[in-house]
């Protein structure tokens, strides 16, 4: 009854689906039983001690009114919780996220001078800017850069390294790139040129030629140093909530707006980067946890000792954690990307990804080490990059004869995804159930046991002037027949053991045929889910007319440029929204337990939130936008590992 009371009293939207006849049963039985217990309570008194007789007369009036007065309340929460909506929660998702993204625009693109962005810099950031700023400035608006004020990302991620001298900084990026099995690999910056450091694994050599090629670029304006890159897919460093906070706050008071500063490093940075020894060395300051829960010692410890996701555990994940979720959903929608983003409400995710169940490599830190990543959780502390995957066109928009991109009309209206178990490791213990990518096939394929999802259709009572919606719960095999999807795995099963192996191979049979990237160009709908670190197809999914739906716990480096609802269609890790999401876009046409239903799908918003997000990210998500990111995240670390970080900066454009 606590539940369905609580559940009752913080959702008026009435979204998941509780019938009214179990809260009404849930709520007589508790009184019920409060009942029989103060009648037992007295009577035990009574035989005790018979003398308070009087005690026990009293109570039960007092009691019996609490117990009816509560009844009152509780059917007067339910009469008033209608199970019917007027409006489709996506529609005001819709127009809500439009006005977003206009105050984001509005305040990240304002400046048209030096002066300006220098002035927009010191407001924001409470600090002058690094030193060679002019440069950068003019790196990016010969680059035609949209965004030149907003950079917060930079700002959250390098925060807490003002903290660290810079002598620290360095004895920690040597340890990282001394020791290959800490998977980070060093490149270091001399008189502007750019090299691979010693003790780089073949594989990841690709990486590192594209983080070259796009540091060629700015190299000669930056100062001597050596990075240590996260070779892994995974993120490394969370340091614990009591410990980050005041180290944000301290860093928050680095520097001052109106201080003179030199518009110059340092010289002679060289000499104090310890060189790399042709002998790797042997300790590190990781610990590894491949194969094993990462959401205990690691996922929540950047969140609050009080929040959920630290003081409770959530094991059973068959049915919906709707307080988990209520924080960043709009009934079935989601509606708060960046909230959904941030775990210290969703004590169940730690089932429910790869990362958290089984992370194929992961060693990681409790210490503030400096590691660039292409991607991160929350709560974890890389430094963020834009990645060289997609930098180097791994995965790459590139329709062509045989695979074209047709206009939306001609489209099949299939919501599509292919892919690979490689989210974590199943290695025998049935994590793979819990893993998203498993997770969103299994709710879409066609032997599936997962049970009904719920949809929004009009009520009977509907008509023209007012609609009115209903979530209505349908099998799975019903929707598949209203709304066609495509998610299936690729080839074999992999990174699994044991009977995990044979169990996938039998629930996602059959297994797709390797197809082409570029057929993905063919289907309205595209699904990116996570894999064991970003999704590396996201950016060319949003370069194309199709509308990709979007389900992730990693954010990247754009996370701030995009705004969901408006550049995609996000959908909760959970997968509860998928098919009801599917419905809105893609209407409902068939016969539902003997009534018809012609639902006309939102096709206008779908093809003109696939327009805008392909024409957004033509404008702030271009390689050379990438460039003038890092560009400035590694100005900013320049100056965090200048020994004289306090003096130097830029502080207008007469300094000498
Ligand atoms: C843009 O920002 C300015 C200054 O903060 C504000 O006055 C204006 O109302 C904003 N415009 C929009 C469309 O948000
Ligand atoms: C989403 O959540 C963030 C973080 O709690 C909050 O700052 C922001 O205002 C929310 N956005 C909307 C549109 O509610
Ligand atoms: C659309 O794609 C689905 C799944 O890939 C396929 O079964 C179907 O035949 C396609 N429809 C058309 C009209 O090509």
């Not at 010969?142 to 965004?147: D, G, K, Q, V």
């Not at 390098?158 to 002598?167: D, G, I, K, N, Q």
């Not at 090629?213 to 070779?231: K, T």
């Not at 550049?567 to 068939?590: C, E, S």
Request: aromatic share 12%.
């Amino acid at each position: 009854m606590t539940s369905t009371t609580a559940f009752a009293w913080a959702h008026p939207h009435p979204f998941p689906i509780r019938s009214a006849g179990y809260g009404f049963t849930a709520a007589s039985l508790a009184m019920f039983a409060l009942i029989v217990y103060f009648n037992v309570e007295a009577v035990s008194n009574d035989s005790d001690r018979s003398s308070s007789k009087t005690t026990f007369a009293r109570v039960p009036t007092l009691v019996y009114l609490t117990i009816l007065l509560l009844l009152g309340l509780r059917t007067a929460l339910w009469v008033q919780h209608d199970s019917l909506v007027t409006y489709h929660p996506i529609d005001l998702l819709i127009w809500e996220a439009k006005q977003q993204h206009d105050a984001y625009t509005n305040q990240s693109t304002r400046s048209t001078s030096l002066d300006e962005a220098l002035q927009n810099y010191r407001t924001r950031y409470n600090r002058q800017p690094p030193p060679n700023f002019d440069k950068w400035y003019e790196y990016a608006t010969e680059r035609t850069s949209l965004i030149i004020d907003d950079f917060d990302s930079i700002e959250r991620d390098l925060l807490p390294f003002y903290t660290l001298s810079p002598e620290e900084i360095r004895e920690r990026t040597w340890e990282l790139i001394s020791n290959p099995w800490n998977d980070a690999a060093g490149l270091s910056i001399r008189d502007g040129k750019v090299e691979i450091s010693p003790h780089v694994v073949p594989t990841h050599r690709w990486m590192l030629d594209g983080l070259v090629e796009m540091i060629g670029f700015f190299a000669e304006w930056l100062p001597d140093m050596d990075l240590a890159f996260n070779l892994n897919d995974e993120c490394r460093v969370a340091v614990p909530y009591e410990a980050v906070e005041p180290m944000r706050a301290q860093g928050r008071a680095f520097g001052d707006p109106t201080a003179s500063v030199r518009n110059t490093f340092s010289p002679d940075r060289a000499a104090q980067w310890t060189p790399i020894p042709e002998e790797p060395i042997t300790t590190t300051p990781l610990t590894e946890l491949s194969f094993q829960r990462t959401f205990q010692p690691f996922g929540s410890v950047g969140c609050p000792p009080s929040s959920p996701a630290r003081s409770q555990n959530r094991w059973s994940v068959a049915s919906l954690c709707t307080t988990c979720t209520a924080p960043h959903s709009h009934g079935i929608a989601l509606s708060n990307w960046t909230l959904a983003g941030n775990i210290c409400h969703q004590p169940d995710v730690a089932s429910l990804h790869g990362l958290y169940l089984s992370p194929a490599a992961f060693k990681g830190s409790h210490t503030l080490l400096p590691i660039f990543s292409q991607s991160k959780a929350h709560g974890f502390n890389d430094v963020l990059y834009p990645s060289a995957w997609n930098y180097m066109d791994k995965a790459v928009y590139r329709p062509s004869e045989e695979y074209p991109d047709p206009d939306w009309k001609s489209k099949n209206a299939t919501l599509f995804w292919r892919g690979a178990t490689s989210e974590g490791v199943s290695p025998g213990g049935g994590q793979w159930k819990g893993m998203t990518r498993q997770r969103f096939v299994h709710l879409a394929s066609p032997n599936t046991t997962s049970p009904s999802q719920a949809i929004l259709l009009p009520t009977s009572k509907s008509t023209n002037t007012a609609p009115r919606l209903q979530y209505t719960s349908l099998s799975p095999s019903v929707l598949r027949s209203l709304l066609p999807v495509d998610l299936q795995f690729v080839s074999s099963i992999l990174r699994c053991g044991g009977r995990d192996c044979g169990d996938q191979a039998a629930e996602f049979a059959p297994l797709a045929e390797p197809s082409d990237f570029q057929g993905h160009w063919g289907y309205k709908y595209l699904l990116d889910l996570d894999g064991a670190g970003f999704s590396g197809r996201f950016l060319p999914f949003l370069h194309s007319k199709s509308l990709p739906f979007k389900a992730a716990l990693f954010r990247e480096w754009w996370d701030d440029r995009l705004t969901a609802w408006v550049h995609f269609v996000p959908l909760d890790l959970r997968g509860q929204g998928m098919w009801a999401t599917l419905a809105y876009f893609a209407g409902v046409n068939g016969t539902i337990g003997g009534r018809s239903f012609d639902v006309e799908g939102r096709d206008v918003e779908g093809e003109r939130i696939a327009r805008v997000g392909r024409e957004w990210a033509g404008k702030v998500l271009r390689r050379e936008d990438m460039e003038i990111y890092f560009f400035r995240v590694l100005l900013e670390w320049g100056r965090l590992t200048d020994e004289g970080r306090e003096g130097i900066g830029f502080s207008g454009a007469d300094d000498p």
